[in-house]
């Protein structure tokens, strides 16, 4: 049991996801979880925005590649710097990170590693973290965070910058139609992030639990939204509203999710009361723009 009423099982090709051990009524809570690790930089911890603002020191000097980008390393660097090497590898025993890029390339990603244990913004431990390791934990954060902004706007420094991770939460897989919605809130006194997880419709014991990772406010179709989970979460849709609207789908093979390109639009799950789910960079307003 992983929460009062929640079980963990197995599910062949989906890995370990949540069920209902008990009947849940709309509004009921099912969650509530403090952040394992807060890499956020709109939070009043200030070792955040520091560490943020040394990586875009080292993307304005050009001294890391030229695909280098602040965003793409930011959660695996707090996560060293807050859990150390020993957690981290306990961590990534437990989460989804797709499949690790060749030596070579990791090899390649690991410098911004290397340039913040040397400038002393992590302890000279963290160095002792393979290169393959560094890769893996930078794509568990981007696959299992959510995104958490206090109070900055589009535009202001720090925005949408960091995750916040959350180690029973993370168990929740994705559904078109969830069943599920969460809130992400400042805790003033243990100065950390709370998750609440509710129940939006009624949960039958046994029923899979599951939470939204593309907006809802999108209102996106069918193909829309298979691309989307396709190309950025390495899998095709086929939850009952996908089934229902599109019918049966025989996907090609999905890519391998990769921390290469680093440009790559991060999946991390978006804070707000609405649930909005994951909000990716380069996932378009229909009104605004017409999406890929």
Not at 41 to 63: F, G, I, S
Not at 198 to 207: D, G, N, Q, R, V
Not at 212 to 231: A, D, F, H, I, T
Not at 276 to 283: P, S, V
Request: aromatic share 6%.
């Amino acid at each position: 049991e992983i929460a009062c009423g929640v079980l963990a099982r197995h599910v062949p090709g989906c890995g370990v996801a949540a069920f209902a051990a008990k009947e849940f009524l709309p509004g009921d809570v099912v969650f509530q979880e403090t952040a394992m690790f807060i890499s956020a930089v709109d939070t009043p911890l200030p070792q955040n925005a520091e560490l943020y603002r040394a990586l875009l020191a080292e993307l304005h000097a050009r001294r890391l590649s030229a695909d280098f980008t602040p965003n793409a390393h930011l959660g695996a660097l707090t996560a060293l710097r807050d859990l150390g090497v020993a957690g981290c590898r306990s961590f990534l025993r437990q989460k989804c990170h797709g499949e690790p890029p060749s030596a070579k390339v990791a090899k390649h990603e690991a410098a911004p590693l290397r340039r913040m244990v040397a400038m002393g913004f992590l302890p000279s431990s963290c160095a002792s973290l393979t290169v393959l390791e560094y890769a893996k934990l930078r794509m568990a954060i981007q696959l299992n965070g959510f995104r958490f902004n206090l109070s900055a706007q589009e535009g202001d420094f720090g925005y949408d910058a960091g995750e916040v991770l959350f180690d029973k939460i993370s168990r929740l897989n994705h559904s078109c139609a969830p069943n599920l919605e969460f809130n992400l809130t400042w805790d003033e006194r243990d100065a950390t992030v709370v998750n609440s997880v509710t129940a939006s419709k009624l949960i039958a014991a046994t029923e899979e639990l599951n939470i939204s990772y593309l907006p809802l406010r999108l209102n996106l179709s069918v193909k829309e939204r298979r691309e989307q989970l396709l190309k950025h979460w390495g899998f095709a849709c086929a939850c009952p509203k996908c089934l229902a609207e599109g019918g049966p789908l025989a996907p090609p093979a999905p890519a391998p999710v990769s921390a290469a390109p680093e440009d790559r639009p991060r999946p991390v799950l978006e804070s707000g009361s609405e649930s909005e789910g994951i909000c990716w960079d380069d996932l378009c307003d229909p009104d605004e723009c017409e999406c890929e």
